[in-house]
């Protein structure tokens, strides 16, 4: 779910390709979302699509014709001054050529370029057309244009396309339209102007070609935070080891693979990051050699001798001072504002928690029994016990990976505002 759309009016324009089909699924995602979905469709994408279809899957009027009115609150309105003043976001999936020339020249000839020209909030186009007239100067110009003016665009992704040929053009998946309809609704929330960086997924250290040690970690967690964060408003980076769920889209991604990996690339954002969440099963330990050829079976013991790996939340966390309130030493002992960890545990687990917030030097821990059936590795849910560097904890029930995440998001906006911490952003 996407709380962030919960409530929200959607405009879902729909122009004539055969993508038009695709805007069905994303429809039904967004009214899954329970965001209010007004569809206006262009009268070749209604030869594509019937109306109908539009209509059962939102439970609402679809508008095709500028000269209908809007039943609102008991008034009759203007069709496209109602839907236009009304709406939170206005995404056209699929978007043709035409469409975004008569966006970009500021036309009005029918019902979607009239309330596009009428409508002032965020909008978000994908495009879907042959890849020539996406190449096009004309095309290119236009969209150039409505990017200067603050709309943003998703794909056109590269595929297979209506003729058949293969390039540039294809309309984006719905859930990637989706993901980014949630960052662009989520601008100017309370962590706009702010960078979390989220480290997610199970490390993996090579013993060989073939092999690695690993975990359990599927990403799940880490994940649900990176969209949380987004949908908030911050600038987020996913920094994620191999992950078994699609990453989230309007999110940086940043791949690696193993603690090593990891470490660097945490370290080079941090001039930037205002907040470092630890969600990831970083391997503490990594084989000493990892052998450039497969191993082969011995009769005898195969042992493996290990090193540790850099605890990277500890080295984050020791550090002093921070972008707002610069530490004498340097700008290479910046800490972000907040650095928040999880701790995996199957026993003692107050006191280990408490021992890593303690030696790491969190601001926060969110300790997760990984031994109990329905918290921690790969499942859907996470039961969680909170501790604050002031003392506080508190025990949450067992909630969605994606509200555990909301919740501690929430918990990072409030103790931001507890720091009377100044946004970056003038
Ligand atoms: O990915 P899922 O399948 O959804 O599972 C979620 C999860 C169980 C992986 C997640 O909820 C979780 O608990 N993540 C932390 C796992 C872990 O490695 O915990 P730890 O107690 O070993 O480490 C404590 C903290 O230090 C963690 O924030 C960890 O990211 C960090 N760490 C650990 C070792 C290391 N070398 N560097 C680190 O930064």
């Not at 979905?37 to 009027?61: E, G, L, N, Y």
């Not at 709406?87 to 029918?110: K, V």
């Not at 979390?196 to 060989?208: K, N, S």
Request: glycine fraction near 8%; include cysteine.
């Amino acid at each position: 779910m996407a709380p962030i759309l919960s409530g929200k009016r959607i405009i879902l324009g729909i122009s004539g390709g055969i993508a038009a089909y695709k805007s069905v699924t994303l429809a039904s995602r967004f009214t899954q979302a329970n965001a209010l979905v007004d569809v206006i469709m262009t009268h070749s994408a209604a030869k594509f699509v019937a109306p109908v279809t539009f209509q059962a899957i939102t439970q609402r009027d679809v508008a095709t014709d500028t000269f209908e009115f809007w039943h609102d609150a008991g008034r009759l309105r203007i069709g496209h001054v109602a839907l236009a003043h009304a709406a939170d976001l206005f995404i056209i999936a699929p978007a043709t050529a035409h469409t975004i020339a008569r966006l970009a020249l500021g036309l009005s000839d029918d019902l979607l370029s009239i309330t596009a020209l009428s409508y002032k909030g965020p909008m978000l186009l994908a495009p879907a057309m042959e890849t020539n007239m996406w190449t096009h100067p004309a095309t290119m110009r236009n969209v150039q244009i409505l990017g200067d003016w603050g709309v943003d665009f998703i794909g056109p992704a590269e595929g297979r396309l209506a003729s058949g040929e293969v390039g540039e053009g294809r309309v984006a998946e719905p859930e990637e339209i989706f993901e980014v309809a949630c960052k662009v609704i989520g601008r100017g929330g309370p962590l706009d102007g702010l960078r979390v960086v989220i480290t997610a997924g199970g490390t993996r250290e090579a013993i060989d070609p073939v092999r690695f040690m690993g975990n359990h970690s599927t990403g799940k967690m880490g994940v649900a935070l990176a969209r949380a964060a987004r949908d908030l408003g911050a600038d987020t980076v996913l920094v994620h080891a191999p992950l078994a769920v699609h990453p989230p889209g309007g999110v940086a991604l940043v791949p690696v693979h193993t603690a090593y990996q990891m470490y660097a690339a945490v370290m080079e954002d941090l001039p930037q990051t205002d907040v470092l969440i630890g969600a990831a099963a970083v391997a503490d330990y990594r084989p000493s050699a990892s052998a450039d050829k497969k191993l082969k079976k011995l009769p005898q013991q195969q042992i493996i001798t290990l090193e540790r790996t850099p605890d990277i939340l500890q080295a984050v966390g020791q550090r002093r001072g921070n972008a707002y309130c610069p530490d004498p030493a340097g700008p290479d002992r910046q800490r972000p504002r907040l650095v928040i960890g999880f701790a995996a545990e199957t026993n003692d687990l107050e006191a280990n928690a408490l021992g890593k917030l303690k030696r790491k030097n969190l601001d926060l821990i969110v300790l997760n029994d990984v031994s109990a059936a329905d918290s921690g590795f790969a499942v859907d849910t996470n039961r969680v016990i909170l501790f604050e560097r002031d003392g506080n904890r508190e025990d949450w029930p067992l909630m969605s990976k994606e509200e555990v995440a909301q919740a501690i998001l929430q918990r990072v906006v409030a103790r931001l505002g507890r720091l009377n911490w100044q946004k970056r952003r003038p």
